[in-house]
């Protein structure tokens, strides 16, 4: 299993705040693997428009930009 950037107990405490009274070892390494899937999604879309504007800082505006296609959830 690859390392991960997220820890694993800030998914337990985000499926607690969404209402789960329990938390299954799956469920939170599920959660976590989705998340980050996301997050390199948009993170790579992010450096992309950075580039097209010639711009080698990735600013905020780059990465709400890159998220609206994930604002649905």
Do not use: W
Not at 47 to 52: E, G, K, L, N, P
């Amino acid at each position: 299993m690859k390392s991960s950037e997220l820890g694993l107990s800030a998914m337990y405490r985000i499926l607690k705040k969404a209402g789960g009274e329990r938390v299954s070892d799956e469920s939170a390494n599920e959660l976590r693997r989705v998340i980050e899937e996301i997050a390199n999604s948009i993170a790579k879309s992010a450096v992309d428009m950075t580039s097209h504007a010639k711009r080698k800082t990735v600013k905020a505006e780059d990465v709400k930009l890159a998220s609206k296609p994930f604002s649905k959830f």
